[in-house]
């Protein structure tokens, strides 16, 4: 009776285990240290109808708590304008404000700064010019690749997020520079859902995928596009997005890394860890996939449990249990 109650303690263990385990968007407790070194603006533009507007605010929220909180971007540094400005800290999303927070960055950057603008939105294209939709009068791409260009930042990302936003690619497109736009053309008109699994990417535990420890701006992309084929999969949906990554200066964006592309994205870093905090990280990766495997041993055992002898069933399980436990014990000292 005692082992039999033992086993059913195990088995309720498991169940809790499992549902508190399910999503892989697990973004660790601790605040990273500050870089100076980075810098960001987010631009949420115009939403149109309530739904959006408030799509859009939380997108802008959830990316900058991300940025400052798990990447080390500088409060002071990461630049929010928005449709509706909560307080004097928050810059309304217009044509003149976007053109003043540019100028400022002018004589705030340093040559070997890295510069990130995200872009949260709606877009439009007219067949001609591709434009971000900002509160009044909106700026066309050749105008953010003028304000780009006067900076004196080398490495620059820009993540567009917004609708039509394919079309930015090309005229964005510079040595050194890498270029994400939530669309592959001007075509795809319709309210993306990139930028929500663009944000799930940058707080996921799996997101590292070569292991290095750090979390690259081309390992955010492919987490993020899969992502994103992946609830048009189970909707049922034709996609009416198509995400593409452009690197290596010749205006062409792709979906996957092929043609010269992703090498610089690849070695741009969101993160700013040492050596000791990036193989902090693998060694946590490491015991992710422990805990996922053993997890996997522990459901199989129970599905054949009518095949296997009492003894033995319970012996297993017994000691699956005890290797998940230590397991967890030290993910929990990690601080995940």
Do not use: C
């Not at 973004?27 to 070194?37: C, E, F, L, M, T």
């Amino acid at each position: 009776m005692k082992v039999r109650f033992s086993v059913t303690v195990l088995i309720s263990l498991l169940l809790s285990l499992s549902a508190s385990a399910q999503t892989s968007v697990t973004p660790r407790s601790q605040i990273a240290q500050i870089d100076q070194n980075k810098s960001a603006i987010i631009i949420n533009g115009a939403g149109g109808e309530e739904e959006y507007a408030t799509q859009f605010e939380k997108w802008t929220k959830d990316l900058g708590d991300a940025l400052k909180q798990r990447y080390g971007f500088d409060p002071a540094k990461v630049k929010i304008l928005t449709e509706k400005p909560a307080d004097a800290s928050t810059l309304k999303s217009t044509a003149d404000e976007v053109r003043r927070t540019f100028g400022l960055l002018k004589s705030e950057l340093q040559p070997n700064n890295v510069f990130f603008l995200f872009l949260i939105g709606h877009g439009s294209w007219d067949g001609k010019e591709a434009k971000f939709n900002l509160v009044g009068p909106d700026l066309p791409a050749s105008e953010y690749n003028n304000l780009l260009n006067a900076l004196p930042t080398r490495r620059v990302i820009v993540i567009n997020m917004s609708s039509a936003s394919g079309e930015f690619s090309k005229s964005l497109s510079a040595k050194g520079r890498v270029v994400i736009t939530a669309t592959r053309n001007g075509q795809e008109t319709n309210a993306t859902h990139f930028p929500g699994f663009f944000i799930d990417a940058l707080n996921a535990a799996d997101v590292d995928t070569d292991q290095d420890g750090h979390i690259s701006v081309l390992e955010a992309f492919v987490y993020a596009n899969r992502l994103t084929a992946e609830f048009y999969t189970r909707a049922g949906r034709l996609a009416t997005e198509h995400a593409l990554l452009e690197d290596n200066g010749d205006g062409v964006g792709h979906e996957r890394v092929e043609g010269g592309e992703g090498l610089l994205a690849r070695a741009t870093y969101l993160d700013s860890l040492s050596l000791e905090q990036a193989a902090e990280n693998i060694a946590i990766a490491r015991l992710l996939r422990e805990r996922t495997r053993l997890e996997g041993e522990i459901e199989q055992l129970i599905a054949r449990k009518a095949s296997l002898a009492e003894a033995e069933y319970e012996a297993t399980l017994e000691r699956l249990f005890i290797e998940l436990a230590k397991v967890n014990r030290s993910i929990k000292q990690s601080g995940t």
